[in-house]
């Protein structure tokens, strides 16, 4: 099984591999939530991992890809949001972020079945069970064809970078952020000729 670095290395230092494997292969919502705040839960969101290794701005933006706007508007909120608390710590702020977007989520929605965006980043890949609408069987077979994807181009750049030298006659379609399309109004080259 293939994982995102922090995930691999979040289960490998807790002993949990076999609980995220369990946690992906559960059968419905309710087997999710009996996992989840025994298992998985307190390693990854541990305050000693966030306050060692994910509060770290570098790790922030280089492995997770949160910009130092975000990062700042994280912060902002932990200290003044709807349920502020009283410590102003960076770690705490987004040991916050963190509990706020995963606990709901790990609630509310079978990661294994139904959200392709979270299954994607534990396992990275998508799954027969679980992947974006776009991506059904025959798409996946189309894509997955020789030469299918030569024009593609991906772009790791803050998007104004990307925006600085990509224009929209340079291109046909842009995703950005997650699964978003952008199609310009008009196209002067093939994407085969960048």
Known sequence: MMTCP????????????????????????????GIWPNRIRPALLSKLVCKLVVSQESFLWAAL?????????????????????????RSHAIWKYMVDT????????????DNPSYQVCMTGAFTRRCHPDYLPRKAHAKL???GALDGLRIHTD???????YITPDTDRRRCHGQHRLVRPERRSRSLSEY
Do not use: Y
């Open 6 to 33: 922090f995930q691999q290395w979040i289960s490998f230092i807790f002993g949990c591999r076999a609980a995220f494997r369990d946690f992906l292969a559960t059968k419905t919502l309710n087997e999710q939530r």
């Open 65 to 89: 890809g949160v910009p130092k706007n975000q990062l700042a508007m994280i912060e902002s909120e932990a200290v003044s949001g709807p349920n502020p608390t009283d410590r102003k710590t």
């Open 102 to 113: 995963f606990d709901p989520v790990a609630d509310q929605t079978h990661i294994g079945a």
């Open 144 to 146: 997955s064809s020789p």
């Open 158 to 164: 803050d998007v104004n970078e990307v925006l600085n």
